[in-house]
């Protein structure tokens, strides 16, 4: 039997309206996220908090926030919910612009989370393009076309 976790004190919408900013470079409407823009996210951002979905599907068009519910989820897990987290990107090369160009702008620009990841560093593997490491757990991005880079990871979160 799954032990389910006691509900949140905010959930993903909540925490994404009180503290995610959308970076000029990143967002095409910069500025302090507002759910009641993409009402139709927050059901969605919030069956994460729900102890009992195991799985969240969902199909839609191009260009409608399905990155920004991953990053709501990313930035809430790392505040929040601190645990590790395996993104899945089509290739290696699109994690790292995935990471580059969304990823690091949130943590930048979102002060509750900006503190709680170390800056990506050549020299220090905790804290790369790929893997960033927060107190209590890691978010690591990965191809799927690289079955090794998949295999063999504890985690608790799945994005792909």
Not at 76 to 98: H, K, N, W
Request: proline share 6%; hydrophobic share 40%; net charge positive.
């Amino acid at each position: 039997m799954a032990m389910l976790r006691p509900p949140p004190k905010l959930t993903v919408s909540q925490w994404a309206d009180k503290n995610r900013y959308l970076s000029s470079e990143a967002s095409a409407e910069a500025g302090k996220w507002n759910t009641s823009r993409a009402e139709y996210l927050r059901e969605i951002m919030d069956c994460f908090n729900d102890p009992s979905v195991d799985e969240i599907t969902f199909m839609a068009a191009s260009q409608v926030g399905k990155s920004e519910f991953l990053l709501n989820v990313i930035a809430y897990t790392i505040d929040v919910d601190p645990s590790p987290i395996l993104m899945i990107q089509p290739t290696l090369s699109m994690a790292g612009t995935f990471s580059k160009n969304r990823v690091a702008p949130m943590v930048r620009d979102s002060n509750a989370i900006t503190s709680k990841v170390m800056p990506a560093r050549s020299r220090d593997s905790n804290n790369t393009i790929y893997a960033k490491s927060f107190t209590g757990g890691s978010l690591d991005l990965v191809g799927s076309n690289s079955a090794s880079s998949v295999s063999s990871r504890p985690i608790r979160i799945l994005l792909c």
